[in-house]
């Protein structure tokens, strides 16, 4: 089984309103609700797919209860931890000619909380994928994805989808994948990345400090995996009008592990997931199944380095 791990869930309002005026009423042109955050989008993709998750994390309130049955109601099993205080969080975003967004603060977790989700945890085998992904609540600690790794009974497969402080300490731990963008590989070496060899270089840089395979999503110039075995996968982006990066990367995940359990070859997961992250990119919310399709028709073939470089 799939499980991916939501810390910071959210209602997305996401609204277009033509010329933004402050201070004055303003009216939506068009409006819609989706259910945010990083596992939650990987877990909606993967249900695109055909592929069957259960989403864990907190929620709280009468936004977190919409939330779970909203999922629910697309045929996404949800096992949440309900904390008493607060509420999941709503941010809006809004289009206009300038884009804005208002997030909102989201529920207190006590530590109380913290544990009944590891419990949680703990169920998992050697067999099951953990997926951590996304930001945590400024009231937790920063160690909790750590300590969620450190409460499973055996090693399940492991995937990471995080920014530098989080995703770092957790490389001892020997993700089966993580997918840095080249903003954050940058961040991570203090330095601008600015060809291809100086990106793999810098992924090489993650697998030796115990990252098994590094996805890289470069926007525009494609992607590129790193294998463990040495082996290096390129491959060109979808062409299309870019409408929504929100996702984009999830969705990337998401199409990749789908690929991988499909089909065990990490060149096919790799055009998966730059099909279901260009899709996403190209529509409003998170693409549809038909959507993913279209544009994997459309990409061209991998190309691959055997070499180490």
């Known amino acids: 089984m799939i499980y991916t791990v939501t810390l910071n ?3 997305d309002y996401v609204i277009q309103v033509d010329h ?3 201070g004055r ?3 939506n042109r068009k409006e819609n609700i989706f259910f945010g955050g990083k596992g939650i989008n990987v877990s909606c993709i993967l249900n695109e797919l055909g ?3 259960t989403a864990l994390g907190f929620i709280a309130g009468f936004t977190g209860r919409s939330l779970r049955d909203g999922l629910k109601n697309m ?6 931890t309900e904390v008493r205080e607060g509420m999941t969080r709503i941010n809006v975003k809004m289009k206009s000619d300038e884009e804005t967004e208002i997030n909102g603060m989201g529920p207190l977790i006590t530590e109380s909380d913290f544990v009944q989700m590891k419990e949680k945890i703990r169920t998992l085998r ?3 994928i953990l997926i951590l992904s996304g930001s945590i609540p400024s009231c937790m600690d ?3 994805y750590e300590r969620i790794i450190e409460c499973l009974q055996e090693p399940a497969c492991l995937i990471v989808d995080a920014e530098k402080n989080l995703l770092l300490p957790i490389l001892k731990y020997r993700p089966f994948l993580i997918k840095p963008n080249t903003i954050e590989l940058e961040e991570i070496s203090g330095k601008k990345l600015n060809t291809t060899e100086e990106i793999v270089l810098q992924a090489r ?3 030796a400090m115990g990252a098994r395979n590094v996805l890289v999503s470069r926007a525009k110039e494609g992607a590129v995996l790193i294998e463990e075995s040495g082996r290096v996968i390129f491959q060109d982006a979808a062409h299309g009008t870019v409408v929504n990066s929100v996702g984009a990367g999830d969705s990337m995940v998401a199409g990749f592990l789908a690929g991988w359990i499909q089909t065990g070859d990490s060149a096919y997961a790799l055009k998966l997931g730059t099909a279901c992250g260009g899709a996403t990119a190209f529509h409003t919310g998170l693409a549809e199944r038909n959507e993913i399709e279209e544009v994997l028709a459309s990409l061209k073939e991998y190309e691959v380095q055997k070499k180490r470089g």
């Open 205 to 207: 840089r993650l697998q």
């Open 75 to 80: 045929g996404i099993t949800a096992d949440f």
């Open 20 to 22: 933004f005026q402050p």
């Open 25 to 27: 009423i303003n009216r």
């Open 9 to 11: 869930p959210a209602l």
């Open 51 to 53: 592929v069957k998750s």
């Open 126 to 128: 050697k067999q099951d």
């Open 142 to 144: 920063s160690d909790a």
